[in-house]
């Protein structure tokens, strides 16, 4: 039961790198090619759906990685799931601090009623995400080698 705990907990952080991977090197460089109404409009669409979403995956991952910390506490490679279990932690704190913020004003947008400064916000958000990326791949990084 416990290898399952941590073949799913590896699974669902992996997934979950991949869609933050693909957000920041594959969907937000396409959006940014679109002619500025189109690709405004698709971030913010891109902002609701995933902003409903990843908090829950999230918070989700961290809480099993926090399970196999404890029910594995005694064994080898709990201490690369405890710094991943940090570095997930610190992750969720980046998001709450930096990203969420620009995200929920700019899933309100519209090319009516965005400011005039838009893309400098879009900007942040995503150089704060590349960050973010790294943060939680080397978290995934680390569950992984907790397996062998």
Same mark, same amino acid.
């Given at each position: %039961? #416990?290898? @399952?705990?941590?073949? &799913?907990?590896?699974?669902?952080?992996? !997934?979950? =790198? *991949?869609?933050?991977?693909?957000?920041?090197?594959?969907?937000?460089?396409?959006?940014?090619?679109?002619?500025?109404?189109?690709?405004?409009?698709?971030?913010?669409?891109?902002?609701? %759906? #995933?902003? @409903?979403?990843?908090? &829950?995956?999230?918070?989700?991952?961290? !809480?099993? =990685? *926090?399970?196999?910390?404890?029910?594995?506490?005694?064994?080898?490679?709990?201490?690369?799931?405890?710094?991943?279990?940090?570095?997930?932690?610190?992750?969720?704190?980046?998001?709450?601090? #930096?990203?969420?913020?620009?995200?929920?004003?700019?899933?309100?947008?519209?090319?009516?009623?965005?400011?005039?400064?838009?893309?400098?916000?879009?900007?942040?958000?995503?150089?704060?995400?590349?960050?973010?990326?790294?943060?939680?791949?080397?978290?995934?990084?680390?569950?992984?080698?907790?397996?062998?």
């Amino acid at each position: %039961m #416990l290898n @399952a705990l941590e073949v &799913v907990t590896t699974v669902v952080v992996g !997934v979950m =790198v *991949g869609v933050e991977f693909s957000v920041a090197f594959v969907i937000n460089p396409i959006l940014n090619a679109l002619p500025e109404d189109s690709g405004q409009l698709g971030h913010a669409h891109g902002g609701r %759906m #995933l902003g @409903a979403v990843m908090p &829950v995956w999230y918070i989700g991952s961290l !809480v099993l =990685v *926090g399970i196999w910390a404890v029910t594995r506490w005694h064994h080898h490679g709990t201490g690369f799931v405890v710094t991943a279990g940090m570095l997930l932690l610190l992750s969720v704190i980046m998001s709450l601090l #930096l990203l969420v913020p620009i995200n929920n004003r700019g899933k309100t947008w519209t090319p009516d009623n965005r400011p005039a400064d838009w893309k400098q916000q879009l900007n942040r958000w995503n150089r704060y995400h590349y960050v973010r990326v790294a943060v939680i791949i080397a978290a995934f990084a680390l569950l992984v080698a907790a397996l062998t």
